[in-house]
């Protein structure tokens, strides 16, 4: 038998028949994986950079034991070791010397644990299989409505939806990080008898797999390969106003004066879709917002920012569309179809055919940037609402084709490169920090100023619960900042006393997320064909005062927080280690902080247990070993490692310090 392996540039080559494996030391105790036919292609559009991380040279080995039958690639506590026979790979801790994960076949003949399926163009159908561990437990993945934190046994889809975002990135409980490096439209399924990441169409298998002794340094080591977080804004950490839809500038402006009248900390007012004439206008629309100059100027002298909705669609109507669909600056279908998307604009509340920019085209970035610079950023609109951003096509992307090749290749990437054109551009302008509010994501997308948000979810307390658990997953999958709609975005009756208690409630969670976010479509809500057009009242003071009496001490709260809460920001941009924290990412030696869905550390800290039930007036918390906990409310001490039932009124949400720390969390 001829010898499979190849050792040049410090990469293992693996090949039998027209199968090819490379394995390449990629960060520090991390590596790269790719298997394709026939050759290995380096320039495909991934989360990895051209060029791997340096990393100490002395940290990494290559030895072939002809003898045993396999390849050996120690890259400091990563251990990788590829049998001769199958070319089947299996990673080790150095350290430990415990397998932590390894591919499997499917068979044992046919097929492998990887799979092409031939398809047109030169794409194929992939498999990639592994092993399944009955104990591991499985986090990240981006964000999902299922409301699990542990996404073992879980099928996941890996394409981007409203609310559904898929960021291919997991940490699991045997020590491990894996970035599935594959922007194509796919799943992965987590089932008892293995684990299979499956994409629909591509042109090989690319995967980066980390080793670690705590979830928090795979956390960093995962920053490390895909980018660490760009640094907040000072203006994006206060309290962001916003409803569906204030309808012009002489409504938007009372909101910013009510607030100031009222002497309540306000940092953000947002104006939502529909200010403009057509879709891909990127402009206001004149009679409804006659002088957005003056507007902003009001506004900075009241300390608020603007923020305004940018969206990808561009409607035929729209004075920009000719110009780009004849510039190739348009996603389109193989037929050369542009208008992929239905969308009421315009007067009339029938749907239209509209088109959607092609994100994946720097072209298309840098025409996109020249509307929105001269429209909003010139008169000091910064802060940008990439609404939409999936993008929002239904039945989804992967029938069309972008600049960065076939939807169904590619598709995952378009929420990325959409906010690294916005981040870019500005940061070319001079802003030294950028935050865009998106409702998609993808790996990477951390470098770029996002702030991703749960999107459009019912106004329930079972959608508040879930949040949490997608917000804390959200985290794990290196997306540092994130927020959702108080109160939840559907429905919701200002006037309904359970809507009014749920809207206490996450406003008690919403204080200690990164972004602190009031939004919705309130009862009564009119609507413009088939999409929102306006809705009922969403302000602070909207709720009843019962509720406006709990709500107005959160927001001061938020105000004493913001110094805390940039420090560990600051922390994360050189760590990779999220403002909102699982209890298993600060106490992986306790087992019982794995388990622990529905509460999180906010920075080191501070313990936090929303409430998540109507009518709940106590709440259990567990308090994780390792630590002492201080309740807020009462000022009693507990030692961690057991549970505590605290009071919880409808205005106090349970809250423990760590040990010794002083944080102002009362007046």
């Not at 002395?58 to 001769?84: K, M, P």
């Not at 399944?132 to 934190?149: N, V």
């Not at 569906?244 to 409504?251: G, K, S, T, V, W």
């Not at 508040?464 to 900042?481: E, F, K, Q």
Request: glycine share 10%.
């Amino acid at each position: 038998m001829l010898n499979p392996f190849v050792v040049a540039d410090h990469t293992l080559t693996w090949r039998s028949g027209r199968h090819i494996l490379t394995v390449q030391p990629w960060g520090e105790d991390s590596v790269r994986v790719r298997a394709g036919l026939h050759r290995i292609a380096a320039d495909l559009p991934g989360a990895l950079s051209a060029d791997p991380p340096r990393a100490d040279p002395g940290t990494s080995l290559i030895e072939i034991d002809a003898t045993d039958g396999h390849a050996t690639l120690v890259n400091g506590r990563i251990h990788v070791q590829v049998d001769a026979t199958t070319g089947l790979v299996t990673f080790s801790d150095e350290t430990t010397g415990n397998v932590v994960v390894s591919e499997a076949p499917a068979h044992f003949w046919w097929p492998g644990s990887r799979h092409f399926e031939a398809s047109e163009g030169g794409l194929h159908r992939i498999e990639q299989r592994f092993a399944a561990y009955p104990d591991e437990r499985i986090y990240g993945l981006g964000q999902h409505g299922h409301g699990r934190l542990d996404q073992k046994g879980m099928v996941i889809e890996l394409a981007q939806r409203n609310g559904e975002v898929s960021i291919p990135f997991v940490l699991s409980s045997r020590g491990y990080g894996m970035l599935w490096n594959n922007p194509a439209v796919g799943r992965v399924e987590f089932a008892g008898n293995g684990t299979r990441w499956v994409a629909d169409r591509a042109r090989q298998i690319d995967y980066w797999l980390t080793v670690g002794e705590t979830p928090a340094a795979i956390m960093t080591a995962y920053a490390g390969a895909t980018g660490f977080p760009s640094t907040m804004p000072e203006w994006a950490s206060g309290f962001w106003q916003s409803k569906l839809r204030y309808r012009d500038q002489a409504e938007y402006l009372q909101i910013a004066r009510e607030y100031a009248r009222r002497g309540l900390p306000l940092s953000v007012l947002v104006i939502d879709y529909l200010h403009w004439r057509h879709l891909g206008d990127w402009d206001f629309n004149a009679e409804a917002w006659p002088d957005p100059r003056a507007m902003v100027e009001e506004l900075r002298a009241l300390g608020v920012e603007p923020a305004v909705s940018v969206w990808p669609s561009v409607s035929p109507l729209s004075e920009n569309y000719l110009a780009m669909r004849e510039a190739g600056m348009l996603a389109e279908t193989d037929d050369g179809t542009a208008a992929i998307g239905n969308w009421p604009d315009g007067d009339s509340s029938a749907e239209i055919g509209v088109a959607f920019y092609d994100a994946t085209d720097p072209r298309a970035r840098d025409f996109l940037w020249e509307k929105v610079e001269a429209s909003y950023f010139k008169l000091g609109i910064r802060a940008l609402w990439l609404d939409a951003c999936e993008p929002e096509v239904r039945p989804g992307p992967r029938n069309l084709n972008f600049a960065a090749g076939p939807g169904c290749e590619v598709a995952n990437l378009y929420p990325r490169e959409h906010a690294r054109g916005v981040y870019e551009h500005q940061r070319r302008a001079g802003q030294d920090a950028v935050l865009s509010l998106v409702r998609s994501a993808w790996a990477g997308s951390q470098r770029y100023g996002v702030a991703l948000w749960s999107g459009d979810i019912p106004a329930t307390f079972r959608a508040l619960a879930d949040s949490i658990r997608a917000g804390l997953n959200v985290a794990l999958s290196g997306i540092p900042w994130w927020n959702s709609d108080i109160g939840g975005f559907h429905g919701g009756d200002p006037e309904d006393p359970e809507f009014r208690e749920l809207i206490v409630r996450w406003f008690q969670f919403g204080v200690f997320c990164p972004v602190t976010r009031l939004h919705g479509h309130r009862e009564p809500r009119g609507s413009h064909g088939p999409v929102g057009d306006s809705g009922g009242p969403n302000e602070v003071w909207s709720f009843g005062e019962t509720a406006y009496e709990a709500i107005t001490p959160l927001l001061r709260l938020r105000e004493r927080l913001r110094p805390y809460i940039h420090a560990h920001l600051r922390e994360g941009e050189r760590t990779g280690i999220p403002l909102m924290r699982p209890l298993l990412l600060a106490f992986p030696d306790d087992p019982e902080a794995w388990t622990i869905e529905d509460q999180y550390l906010f920075g080191p800290d501070i313990l936090v247990a929303p409430v998540t039930e109507f009518g709940a007036r106590q709440r259990r918390v567990y308090l994780p070993a390792g630590a002492e906990w201080t309740h807020i409310d009462t000022g009693r001490r507990h030692p961690g490692g057991g549970y505590v039932t605290v009071d919880a009124p409808l205005a106090s949400i349970p809250l423990f310090t760590r040990d010794d720390a002083e944080i102002p969390l009362t007046d």
